[in-house]
């Protein structure tokens, strides 16, 4: 427990930091790291990390369309674009099966691009929410959303809890708990949507749909979770990683916000979080 309350500390340390300067360049070098990461967790516990030319040129990739939104928003480089550099990374894939295709499969490509794809867009939209007006509120609520219906519903889980949710793939979550979490998410949202609003004199936002993001998120955030879980399962292995001591990996702490992370953001070009 120690360990884990001492890793907590850092991690919370280095994530205010990290918030503090989401509108400059280490935003965008903390982003990339994430996903550098975590992509390269899931293929070490897959064991497509073995294809390392292939792995490294979806590390450049994710690392390249993190950064990149830094330089264009200085006004430079709009050329070298996701459009461009995405291709380039398909063909250079595409180049590689070609000269090892007897031990890179069709399998390999689809999978590892796939899982590049899908991790790139689902934390992309975390460097994008960074250049709008009030993004440091826009990331908190979705960190928030992403993470502390945990709490709600391991507390629940602890003094309520009786029914089994997913025996097979997390014996200890329980339908209870799932609802305090949910119910914990939407109060949580709007203390920090009120003390956003009031205390620090930020934009307007919407209190309502806040609230119901929030216990939207706690299912979502749920399935993400789950997800990871059955992956992790299938491999036979307890954690992702071992960067943060008594936690795990960086997936076992984002596997959440990998999707509470594009719904958010999607509220937010619907206009529903701001008013």
């Known amino acids: 427990m120690g360990t884990r309350i001492k890793s907590a500390a ?5 994530a205010v930091i990290i918030l503090i300067l989401h509108n400059t360049f280490v935003f965008n ?17 897959t064991g497509y990390a073995k294809h390392q030319k292939v792995a490294i040129a979806c590390y450049c990739f994710v690392a390249i369309d993190a950064i990149m939104p830094a330089i264009h928003a200085h006004n430079k480089m709009w050329f070298f674009n996701s459009n461009l550099y995405y291709l380039l990374f398909v063909i250079a894939v595409c ?3 070609l000269i090892d295709h007897k031990e890179f499969t069709y399998n390999d490509f689809f999978v590892m691009v796939g899982v590049t794809s899908l991790f790139n867009y689902c934390f992309s939209t975390l460097t994008n929410m960074a250049r709008v007006d009030g993004g440091v509120f826009l990331l908190l609520i979705t960190l928030c959303a992403a993470w502390l219906a945990d709490s709600g519903a391991y507390f629940a889980g602890t003094f309520l809890g009786k029914t089994p949710l997913c025996p097979e793939i997390s014996p200890k979550k329980t339908v209870e708990g799932l609802i305090g979490g949910i119910a914990a998410n939407g109060i949580i949202m709007l203390i920090v949507s009120l003390f956003y609003r009031y205390v620090t004199n930020g934009r307007p936002v919407h209190f309502v749909w806040i609230v119901v993001a929030g216990m939207v998120c706690a299912v979502i955030g749920l399935i993400g979770d789950l997800t990871a879980s059955i992956i992790k399962r299938q491999t036979g292995i307890k954690d992702y990683g071992n960067i943060m001591p008594g936690h795990g990996g960086v997936m ?23 008013a």
Not at 10 to 14: D, G, Q, R
Not at 30 to 36: E, K, P, Y
Not at 252 to 274: E, W
């Open 95 to 97: 180049v590689l099966y």
């Open 29 to 45: 070098l903390a982003i990339g790291f994430i996903i550098c990461m975590a992509i390269w967790e899931v293929f070490k516990a």
């Open 252 to 274: 076992d702490r984002f596997d959440s916000v990998l999707l509470v992370a594009p719904f958010m953001y999607y509220l937010y070009t619907q206009g529903l979080i701001f």
């Open 10 to 14: 850092v991690a919370i340390v280095i």
